[in-house]
């Protein structure tokens, strides 16, 4: 246990659905971030948010959207996917990114599959 | 890209010290070196992080070579559930804050019993 929580944990959705992903992290950490995963790939950074604002947008297509409603929770909606979407996303939170020691804590992963 | 190189894959016998090295020539003076582990499917897992002195902790010792061109993670008695994909990871600041971590492929580290 991280102290870091996603859900849902497995997650089928067709291209025409909306849903959205959970974080949630229990450390009192100010900065918060989501990974994607795809098979066979390298994780890749997606978003950052530091202290509820976003500071960092990786490329991401406009049908991932995230939302930091507070420094606890961390939202990534979707909506039509496409299949190449399938992967597993990780979240992650720190303390701040005040400096390089500032050490990030993964979740468990929610396994996403779009049909 | 990542800034790291690490061998693919590893073999280590259960009880054993498993070394798993990582180059990573142009690490700038400021860039720390993290190690990360990710069991199948599962979120990755913080090890241990260094600037240039060796680090110890209660999962594993850092050796950092003087150049800081290199270095090598050691598990010191690997056990079955140590198998996992070991990232080696340099992490800099862009100016706005530390950077996100860039993985690579990493080491996939198997521990035969």
């Known amino acids: 246990e991280t102290g870091v929580t996603q859900t849902p944990r497995h997650l089928v959705m067709g291209m025409t659905n909306k849903k959205s992903l959970k974080c949630e992290q229990h450390?009192?950490?100010?900065?918060m971030y989501w990974y994607k995963q795809s098979a066979k790939k390298p994780l890749e950074l997606m978003f950052v948010?530091?202290?509820?604002?976003?500071?960092e947008n990786n490329s991401v297509p406009s049908r991932f959207s995230p939302e930091c409603p507070n420094s606890s929770h961390l939202f990534l909606h979707l909506h039509t996917l496409q299949p190449e979407d399938s992967a597993l996303y990780l979240c992650a939170s720190s303390q701040d990114r005040v400096d390089l020691t500032d050490t990030q804590y993964f979740g468990p992963g929610t396994r996403l599959t779009v049909l | 890209d990542a800034k790291t190189t690490q061998p693919t894959s590893m073999d280590c016998a259960e009880g054993r010290a498993a070394n798993l090295p990582c180059n990573h020539s142009?690490?700038?003076?400021?860039?720390?070196v993290y190690w990360y582990r990710q069991i199948h499917s599962q979120g990755p897992q913080y090890i241990i992080h260094g600037l240039k002195n060796n680090e110890t902790n209660e999962m594993a010792s850092l050796i950092i070579t003087e150049d800081r061109k290199s270095s090598t993670l050691i598990l010191p008695h690997a056990t079955l559930r140590d198998t996992a994909v070991y990232y080696c990871i340099v992490r800099g600041d862009s100016g706005g804050g530390a950077d996100g971590l860039t993985f690579g492929k990493g080491t996939h580290l198997i521990i035969q019993p």
């Open positions: 948010y530091s202290l509820e604002e976003r500071v």
């Open positions: 450390l009192g950490h100010n900065a």
């Open positions: 142009t690490i700038s003076g400021n860039e720390y």
